[in-house]
């Protein structure tokens, strides 16, 4: 029986991030169930297993071992150079991904199941939906001369992977990846709007501002009747509502901070008001310090209330205790990179 190699733990996570850079080339499969003996489970199997240039990728690294998972408990083996874990030998459909050979991976999907059942609260699990979820991939933890890379294709959308929570009912850890995929958005660009789109879209249950959701790196085209008095026919503003007309744009100081980027981003603003729509510029210090971002809050409030009225003023009233502050104050400590 061919042996199948599929990869788990640290390698996993390794793997998944170098898919999310376009470094490893994967498609989905049917393959939904496990048969017993079916997959590599030692040292010696492992190098059987025709690798190619996915060696670099899996083979273990210094002290740490490889790991993979099996199909069954009683396929675990002791072996310094592979770890083994059980993955259920029944799973929804979409659960794998092929990458060559007989080497599969867990999709980004069921890959956001797993993680979810370490990781501590609904925070930790949103930031990691919303990275798999946009355009740019956090660093590995434990690798050397750690970066964030950015302009990445996005590993799923929000759709895909509700219909695939959805056919996951029933698998250990769907409940916390749901709880937190709900409060996720498709197409961030950068962790910095992550942490934006999240402080305003957070219930204020969750310690968030309790806006509605915004739209990231939206497609806006300009009607053709101004576009005369625009220097581009589209636009895809940053942190975006339709419905109030409101766009945030995040200058951040790599990308924002020369002369000739502060006149691209002022004929930018300049255009995006033209077509009607109010832009609120935001730095990172505006985020960083709590007295400043309380102050972005109450603009971007005060300017959706002139929109939803009474409501919106009952809200920001509300927004106004004491003690939601102080666990604003905690959550934009967790959301900033």
């Not at 029986?1 to 999310?20: E, F």
């Not at 942190?239 to 990308?255: A, K």
Request: aromatic share 8%; charged share 25%; proline share 7%.
């Amino acid at each position: 029986m061919q042996k199948k190699l599929i990869v788990a733990g640290r390698t996993l996570d390794r793997l998944i991030c170098a898919m999310h850079e376009g470094d490893v080339l994967f498609e989905p499969c049917r393959v939904s169930s496990l048969p017993p003996g079916s997959c590599v489970k030692s040292q010696e199997e492992f190098n059987q297993v025709s690798l190619y240039n996915l060696r670099w990728l899996l083979e273990s690294q210094g002290n740490r071992p490889l790991e993979l998972f099996v199909s069954s408990s009683s396929e675990r083996r002791a072996d310094s150079a592979v770890q083994t874990y059980v993955l259920p030998q029944s799973l929804p459909r979409g659960a794998l991904v092929h990458l060559r050979d007989n080497i599969y991976a867990l999709s980004p999907e069921h890959y956001f199941i797993w993680k979810c059942r370490q990781l501590p609260d609904m925070i930790a699990r949103l930031l990691l939906c919303d990275e798999l979820l946009g355009r740019y991939s956090r660093p590995t933890p434990g690798e050397t001369n750690p970066t964030c890379t950015y302009f990445n294709e996005p590993l799923t959308s929000k759709h895909r992977l509700m219909a695939y929570l959805d056919r996951a009912k029933g698998v250990y850890g769907v409940n916390q990846a749901r709880d937190a995929a709900y409060w996720s958005v498709d197409n961030s660009y950068s962790p910095m709007e992550t942490a934006l789109a999240s402080a305003n879209l957070l219930p204020l249950r969750h310690d968030g501002w309790g806006y509605t959701f915004p739209q990231l790196n939206p497609m806006l085209s300009v009607p053709e009747d101004k576009r005369h008095l625009t220097h581009s026919d589209t636009f895809m503003p940053d942190v975006f509502w339709r419905l109030f007309r409101l766009d945030l744009e995040y200058d951040s100081n790599e990308r924002h901070d020369s002369i000739a980027e502060r006149k691209k981003d002022a004929i930018r603003k300049s255009d995006i008001e033209t077509l009607g729509y109010r832009v609120i510029p935001v730095h990172p210090e505006e985020l960083y310090s709590f007295e400043e971002a309380e102050r972005l809050r109450l603009k971007i409030g005060e300017h959706m209330a002139r929109t939803s009225g009474r409501l919106m003023r009952e809200h920001l009233r509300r927004l106004d205790n004491p003690e939601l502050a102080k666990r604003r104050r905690a959550l934009l400590q967790r959301l900033l990179p």
